[in-house]
């Protein structure tokens, strides 16, 4: 039985790689950060299930922490490795760009540091981000693309990335970046912009509230599945020799049009009205305003497009994408119906 450890357990990703390492007949070990408040909604379905509970553990354990990271690699003695924590939204990078930069960029460094001392022959997966592209100077980006980030988050990520390919380079170690595009789920954070819009598609049709503000329409995205890119990040540990993969789907659309599809889907046709931060979306049935756009969730420094070249993912790890735009939309918006109780 292989054994892994995962940072960010109780994240969007982490909930749906744990899931897959348990279904693989892993003994999968989350580190988790102290709190108050219980966050583990995404993974209680893994601690109460007779069939997987025996194989799932937890250990308190923090990326700020070398000691605590140090700890659980010393009582855990995991085979592979996969580093997910971070502060994970680049919006409020840039209100937190000190704390984001210690935990998604020195945090990597801490845990790689930790794992050359005390199980320097783990496999070890980083989770870098298409916000290394940023400014990006082609479309697609692939993995030789140079890196422009447009962010703390951005950076932050890029000082993670090198310390990867740095400690594979100097020290030999089975490192791997996986450069994943966006990617989305029922799971994802309320405040990320895709799941702030189904949610909001949701509680408008239970008549809980009137419209959703959001930032910039026009920006694009390539965006994914995360229960299926948690697959490539597997088998990027699977291989003879590491690599670091660019993770996508090849397709682009812009906030704009995932904000159509949602209201869609709960069947609402948005028609769009005025300009820039004037720029309403009314339903065309009523003429009630459901979109807004506020400035306040403009940043600094904009990334307008993300596209990415996954075909070496394809060529050499067999990893392709099934589920495509307009099935990821409908996925979050039901799931999103359903818990506020509407029927369609």
Do not use: C
């Given at each position: ?78 085979e592979e490795v996969y580093n997910l924590a971070a502060q994970s939204h680049v919006g409020i990078s840039f209100s937190q760009p000190s704390y984001t930069g210690d935990v998604s960029g020195l945090g ?237």
């Amino acid at each position: 039985m292989k054994r892994a450890l995962i940072t960010g357990v109780t994240g969007q990703d982490g909930s749906y790689l744990a899931e897959l390492l348990l279904d693989k007949d892993y003994e999968v070990h989350g580190i988790v950060r102290r709190s108050s408040t219980f966050n583990r909604q995404r993974i209680d379905h893994l601690r109460s299930d007779a069939a997987t509970r025996e194989r799932f553990h937890l250990h308190y354990g923090d990326l700020g922490d070398a000691e605590s990271l140090a700890s659980v690699l010393a009582e855990t003695k995991p085979e592979e490795v996969y580093n997910l924590a971070a502060q994970s939204h680049v919006g409020i990078s840039f209100s937190q760009p000190s704390y984001t930069g210690d935990v998604s960029g020195l945090g990597a460094m801490r845990l790689l540091e930790a794992v050359r001392r005390i199980v320097p022959e783990a496999r070890f997966y980083q989770a870098s981000s298409s916000e290394l592209f940023g400014k990006a100077v082609e479309t697609p980006q692939r993995e030789s693309t140079p890196f422009h980030p447009r962010s703390p988050y951005g950076v932050a990520k890029l000082y993670a990335f090198w310390a990867t390919v740095n400690y594979r380079e100097a020290y030999g170690l089975f490192t791997a970046n996986g450069i994943l595009f966006n990617h989305e789920s029922p799971r994802r954070g309320e405040n990320f912009v895709t799941r702030k819009i189904t949610q909001a598609v949701a509680e408008i049709a239970a008549g809980r509230r009137d419209s959703v503000a959001l930032g910039n329409l026009e920006a694009r995205r390539d965006w994914g599945y995360a229960g299926e890119f948690v697959r490539a990040m597997w088998l990027m540990l699977q291989r003879e020799t590491p690599e670091d993969y660019v993770i996508g789907t090849g397709e682009t659309h812009s906030v704009r049009e995932f904000a159509q599809l949602a209201f869609r889907e709960a069947g609402v046709e948005l028609v769009w009205d005025g300009e820039g931060e004037d720029e309403v979306g009314k339903d065309a049935a009523t003429g009630a305003v459901r979109v807004r756009v506020d400035s306040e969730y403009y940043r600094p420094s904009e990334v307008d497009l993300l596209l990415s070249d996954p075909s070496r993912a394809r060529d050499e790890l067999g990893w392709t994408p099934e589920v495509h735009f307009e099935q990821l939309v409908r996925m979050m918006v039901r799931s999103d119906l359903a818990a506020v109780g509407v029927v369609l």
